[in-house]
């Protein structure tokens, strides 16, 4: 199973960016995605997960209100649509994928390791 995370780019405070992570090699699985991101110094951070149907989301609070976070099963694909960036916004973005929601709540909390990280994409917001 390969994850593609991508979209990343270099905007403005209060731009918008769509992130997309592409998973292959599930077959008619449809997993569970989550957006974490690292920063420079910081410990990473769960950022949006969505679930096997995209019925159940997280935000983080820092992003509540600004990301979206959305799945396109027949593509593969998970979106995460972030807009009013803000420098603090900045990092690298991950995707992770897991069989079941619960499994990315685990990781986001420091419970559950995951060692498939991808290459991920870099987000700068420029003040």
């Known amino acids: 199973v390969q994850l593609q995370a991508s979209g990343g780019g270099l905007v403005q405070a209060g731009g918008s960016l769509r992130l997309s992570c592409v998973a292959s090699?599930?077959?008619?699985?449809?997993?569970?995605i989550g957006w974490f991101r690292q920063v420079s110094g910081k410990e990473g951070e769960g950022v949006s997960l969505i679930s096997e149907s995209g019925g159940t989301t997280y935000y983080a609070d820092s992003v509540k209100g600004r990301f979206t976070i959305s799945r396109a099963n027949d593509k593969n694909t998970v979106y995460l649509l972030m807009n009013s960036l803000k420098p603090d916004d900045t990092g690298v973005y991950y995707c992770?994928?897991?069989?079941?929601?619960?499994?990315?709540?685990?990781?986001?909390?420091?419970?559950?390791?995951?060692?498939?990280w991808g290459q991920g994409t870099l987000v700068t917001i420029s003040s």
């Open positions: 992770a994928r897991t069989k079941y929601y619960t499994e990315l709540l685990a990781i986001r909390d420091g419970f559950k390791r995951y060692n498939f």
């Open positions: 090699g599930f077959g008619s699985d449809s997993p569970a």
